[in-house]
């Protein structure tokens, strides 16, 4: 028997409901689970955004769980330069990816090495991209109020 070893990507910011899905279904998927968490200079270079949480916290975060066997810490954009470091067979990501050009490239590409891409349904009532816009709405509105003595 072959050793399925799974790989779950995300950045991990703000951790929340969906991510936690994410990774549960991913591990019930395989032997091996390693959490693929991606670094800020990643996330600043591919999605133009700052992160909440620093890398170093958001990797203890997600290695705290217990279906998490190892964390590998996304320091290049590419994917299969992930896969090449740490030869996962199986890639799980949400299927808010699926159809769209960059589900439809990842699956190209790790077909040509022989990763199967597996998708698991997208927790839709909460996101990092939801939380991230709550916590600015919210900042742009906060007025710090002075202390009564």
């Known amino acids: ?17 969906g991510h936690l899905n994410l990774l549960r279904h991913a591990k019930s998927q395989c032997d ?7 670094s800020d200079d990643m996330l600043r270079q591919v999605k133009g955004i700052e992160p909440f949480i620093p890398t170093k916290e958001r990797v203890e975060i997600v290695r705290s ?23 996962f067979t199986h890639f799980f990501k949400g299927d808010d990816w699926r159809g769209t050009e960059k589900g439809l490239r990842l699956e190209r590409e790790f077909a040509d090495v022989g990763v199967e891409v597996v998708y698991f349904p997208y927790t839709a009532h909460t996101s990092s991209t939801q939380l991230r816009r709550a916590l600015e709405s919210a900042s742009a509105g906060y007025v710090p109020q002075p202390l009564s003595a």
Request: charged share 20%; hydrophobic share 55%.
């Open 65 to 87: 769980l217990r279906f998490v066997d190892h964390v590998y810490v996304e320091e290049a954009p590419s994917k299969l330069d992930a896969w090449r470091d740490v030869g």
């Open 1 to 17: 028997m072959t050793l399925r070893i799974g790989y779950a990507a995300g950045a991990y910011d703000l951790f929340h409901v």
């Open 32 to 38: 091996v689970l390693v959490a693929g968490v991606v």
